[in-house]
């Protein structure tokens, strides 16, 4: 499916990014439908007409470790010393970096100032939960965005971000009205003035079932608030659409997300937690703008080891590995 022509693609893309909830939505009926304006907007079937891929250097090295993510069905072991469950081993493939010379919007979307940066411990939070009601679910989320924001506040200082909070609004039903237009979805982030989060009635509704649901779609859309401050967001509008642009932005915030997951103390990854996140996964919904069941497993996975916030960065890969 080929992006929209650029006028309906400019407006949507700064607007709505959208969070496609995991595990359930399929079981639950959801269909997650994007919108601007109250005018509904959808793929056109033409190629566009400039397609423009990002040069990438060499990997260091040569050869490069596996490409592939462990097997869902991999076992961590427990370090006898110190009783931490460990992920499975695994050497990860090397990723590149864009080559020197490539256009400005190319670099910015790299963030080499983040990507240097070690993803932040994320202490203090909620365990993971259901919830009975709106009231519990919105205090859940509150709770679990204000820690997550505490955590990434000195990453944003040193960078000489800002540091505001970004506000949260709740809605019930499927969709709701923003400064980025109107959007159908459990949760969205729309970046105009600062960014604003989203939390709707689906995403509610699978809270109640599935214990991770707040904890997932809060890291989700603070990912997309974190591109948002490292420019990433704006520099997609200075370069030629492609229908991979979406899919790297998506797939960046997925795995940036399962990075925030594993630092978060209060999640206690174990055995349990790894074929859990391995099933969510795999039991997905699908859509071109999210990836296919290959990427979200690659960058899904690949965020637990990151080390650094460069270790999830989408923007120099070759189109396949976000297709």
């Known amino acids: ?49 400039v397609v423009t891929t990002p040069t990438v250097a060499p990997l260091p090295g040569g050869a490069a470790a596996e490409p592939e993510p462990p097997a869902s069905s991999a076992q961590g072991v427990v370090d006898p010393a110190t009783g931490e469950w460990l992920l499975p081993e695994w050497s990860w493939d090397v990723l590149p970096v864009l080559a020197p010379g490539q256009e400005e919007a190319w670099q910015t979307m790299q963030s080499p100032r983040l ?20 009231a519990s679910y919105q205090e859940a989320v509150t709770r679990q965005w204000e820690c997550v924001h505490e955590a990434w506040t000195p990453v944003f200082e040193r960078l000489g971000w800002s540091t505001v909070e970004p ?29 604003m989060a989203f939390f ?34 704006d520099a997609m509008e200075g370069v030629d659409p492609t229908d991979d642009l979406d899919r790297r932005l998506e797939l960046q915030a997925t795995c940036l997300s399962a990075s925030m ?23 997905s919904v699908l859509d071109d703008e999210h990836g296919s069941r ?17 270790d999830c960065n989408t923007w120099s890969v070759d189109p396949a590995r976000v297709n």
């Not at 990507?115 to 709106?134: F, R």
């Open 294 to 310: 290959e990427s979200l497993l690659y960058w899904g996975t690949r965020g637990l080891y990151a080390d650094t916030v460069g």
């Open 1 to 49: 499916m080929s992006r929209p022509s650029e006028d309906s693609h400019r407006a949507p893309l700064i607007g709505l990014l959208v969070f496609l909830l995991v595990v359930a939505m399929a079981a639950a009926g959801v269909v997650v439908t994007r919108w601007q304006n109250n005018e509904t907007y959808g793929f056109d079937e033409a190629t566009p007409s």
């Open 200 to 233: 709707g009635g689906d995403d509610r509704d699978l809270a109640m079932y599935w214990d991770l649901t707040v904890n997932e779609s809060v890291h989700h859309e603070y990912a997309h608030h974190i591109q948002n401050l490292a420019g990433i967001i």
């Open 115 to 134: 990507a240097a940066m070690a993803p932040p411990s994320i202490a203090g939070c909620d365990m993971p939960h259901t919830i009975d009601d709106d």
């Open 167 to 195: 506000p949260l609004r709740f809605f019930t039903g499927i969709g709701s009205t923003s400064a980025c237009g109107y959007a159908e979805a459990p949760a969205f982030y729309c970046p105009d003035g600062g960014g």
């Open 261 to 283: 997951t594993f630092h978060n103390d209060a999640v206690g990854f174990d055995q349990s937690r790894w074929d859990d996140w391995q099933y969510s996964l795999h039991e």
